[in-house]
C-alpha cells in the first residue's frame, strides 16, 4: 500500500508523521526548489492571491496544488500570520487540514498537548513518535558534522550549509536515503581543503527567496558560517523527549530566544557581521529593530520579494558591508569560547 503524503507549512514535529507511516512534505521546499517556482508564484495571483502577499505563501499554495496533496499540516500559532487564510483556501479547494500550534510562551503542557492531538489525528501512538525521534537523531548528529566544518573546519559553503539543514525539515521524505546522502556528503568533505578564511558572516532571519546570495558572498571573499533558521530546522539541541526537542526550536517563539541563540553562536563562531534576510509583505520585518539594537556586530538587512536571481543593487550593498567588514578590525570578535 502506497503511503500517503502530507505536506505542511513550516517545521512540525515530523516524527509523528513518520511514526504514522505518512511521508512529510515541506511545501517551501516543494516550492523553491521547482526551476520554475516564479511562474508558480503567479499562478497563485491569477488564482486571486494579493500582489502584496508574501511569496512563500503564494509558493506553498502553487506547490501544495501541484504535488496534488488530500492533507496539509498547517501551523497557525508561531509562523506566518497569513496561514490562516491559506488554510481556508486550502479547504475550499477540498484539502484536508490539520492545525498545529506552537504555543508562544513555550509552554510544555500545551505543546505535548498539540503533539497528542496530531499524534491521535494521524493515529501513532507517543511511544511510536519517540522511536522514531532517536532514529532521527542519528541522520541530526550527522547535519551537526557538517554544520561544524563550516565554521570550525572551513570545508563547507554557506550554501551546502543551508540546503543539509533547511532539507532536515522533512528529511525529503526518506530519512534513510538522507542519511546516505549525508555520508557520502561527509566523505567529500574530508577530502577537502579547507577555504580560505575572510570575513565571518551570520545569515539570520527565514531562508532566502532569493538565489545566488551565498555564492556572491563567498566569490567576494566572506565565509557564511552561521545559518541561524536552517540550523533551527536541524533541530541542533541533543534532547531525549521530543517535547523538549521542540521547545528548544527557536523559530516559533519569541524573538528574544532567537536573539540569545544569535548571540552565543556569534561569540563562538567568531561572526564578523550579520546579514538579515527578511521576507516582504512579513511581519517578521517588524524584529529587524530588535536584531540591530541586541546583536553586538554589524547588521545588513536584505528584503526579498520572487525567486529570482540576485538584483544589482542588492549586490552593491552586500560589496559595501563586506568591505566595511574587512576594513573596520574593530569589529572582530575573538573567535571561539
Known amino acids: 500500500m502506497e503511503q500517503k503524503k502530507v505536506g505542511f507549512t513550516t517545521s512540525i514535529p515530523v516524527e509523528v508523521l513518520f511514526a504514522a507511516g505518512r511521508i512529510p512534505v515541506d511545501l517551501n521546499n516543494i516550492f523553491i526548489e521547482d526551476p520554475e517556482a516564479g511562474l508558480r508564484v503567479e499562478e497563485a495571483e491569477t488564482r486571486g492571491f494579493p500582489r502584496n502577499t508574501c511569496g512563500w505563501i503564494k509558493g506553498i499554495y502553487a506547490a501544495a496544488r501541484v504535488r496534488h496533496l488530500s492533507e496539509i499540516v498547517a501551523v497557525t500559532q508561531g509562523d506566518c500570520s497569513n496561514t490562516q487564510a491559506l488554510m481556508e483556501v486550502f479547504e475550499e479547494e477540498g484539502i484536508r487540514i490539520f492545525p498545529f500550534a ?199 538587512t536584505l528584503e526579498g520579494d520572487k525567486p529570482g536571481p540576485l538584483d544589482q543593487r542588492t549586490r552593491i550593498r552586500i560589496e559595501a558591508f563586506l568591505e566595511m567588514l574587512q576594513t573596520d578590525r574593530s569589529c572582530m570578535p575573538v573567535f571561539g569560547g
Not at 500545551?110 to 542519528?138: T, Y
Not at 570545508?155 to 551546502?160: I, K, S, W
Not at 577530502?191 to 565571518?200: K, L, M
Request: glycine fraction near 6%; include cysteine; hydrophobic fraction near 35%.
Open 102 to 300: 506552537f504555543p508562544y510562551d513555550r509552554d510544555h503542557d500545551l505543546l505535548r498537548l498539540q503533539i497528542e492531538k496530531m499524534a491521535e489525528h494521524f493515529g501513532a501512538s507517543w511511544g511510536e513518535a519517540q522511536k522514531v525521534k532517536e532514529a532521527l537523531d542519528r541522520v541530526r548528529e550527522k547535519i551537526r558534522v557538517i554544520d561544524r566544518e563550516t565554521w570550525e573546519g572551513n570545508r563547507v559553503t554557506g550554501q551546502e550549509n543551508h540546503i543539509y539543514q533547511v532539507c532536515s525539515s522533512d528529511f525529503r521524505g526518506d530519512p534513510l536515503a538522507y542519511e546516505k546522502d549525508l555520508d557520502r556528503f561527509l566523505a567529500e568533505v574530508q577530502e577537502r581543503r579547507p577555504f580560505p578564511d575572510g570575513p565571518r558572516i551570520g545569515f539570520i532571519g527565514v531562508p532566502p527567496i532569493t538565489r545566488g546570495i551565498y555564492d556572491f558572498i563567498e566569490e567576494a571573499g566572506a565565509r557564511v558560517v552561521f545559518n541561524e533558521i536552517q540550523r533551527q530546522f536541524a533541530m541542533p539541541y541533543e534532547t531525549e523527549d521530543l517535547v523538549e526537542q521542540y521547545l528548544h526550536y527557536t523559530y516559533p517563539y519569541s524573538v528574544y530566544g532567537r536573539i540569545e541563540d544569535i548571540t552565543a553562536q556569534i561569540r563562538m563562531r567568531g561572526i564578523q557581521g550579520v546579514i538579515h534576510y527578511v521576507q516582504a509583505f512579513c511581519f517578521r520585518q517588524i524584529e529587524d529593530i530588535l536584531f540591530r539594537k541586541k546583536l553586538n556586530v554589524p547588521v545588513l
